[in-house]
């Protein structure tokens, strides 16, 4: 069974960094591409940042410039760092692993919480 834990959520204040990450329980970076989301409470969940397993990062209009999204296959994990954050970046992210559905679907973390304020 494969399970993503996302850790490295706080408050932080606004102009603020963060480094979120994602832990596999087996290896799996290297073969489907990852994802962070992000939620709000009544919100569609959206895409924050994913990455190819060949290492192409795609990145939402508002965090361009300010997030990175990083890899280590040998390690099981996914990075997210987040610089210059804002209030409006507050929101439980989540790591994903996009599988594909006829082996069982997307893999999901617990999520994690993040909160930008003064």
């Known amino acids: 069974q494969v399970q993503l834990v996302e850790s490295g959520g706080g408050l932080v204040q606004p102009g603020g960094s963060l480094r979120l990450s994602c832990a596999a329980s087996?290896?799996?970076?290297?073969?489907?591409?990852m994802g962070w989301y992000r939620q709000t409470p009544g919100k569609q969940r959206e895409l924050v940042a994913s990455?190819?397993?060949?290492?192409?990062?795609n990145y939402s209009d508002s965090v361009k410039d300010r997030f990175t999204i990083s890899r280590d296959n040998a390690k099981n994990m996914v990075y997210l760092q987040m610089n210059s954050l804002k209030p409006e970046d507050t929101a439980v992210y989540y790591c994903?692993?996009?599988?594909?559905?006829?082996?069982?679907?997307?893999?999901w973390g617990q999520g994690t919480q993040v909160t930008v304020s003064s």
């Open positions: 087996v290896s799996i970076f290297s073969i489907y591409t």
């Open positions: 994903n692993a996009d599988r594909p559905r006829w082996r069982g679907g997307r893999i």
């Open positions: 990455m190819s397993t060949g290492g192409t990062t």
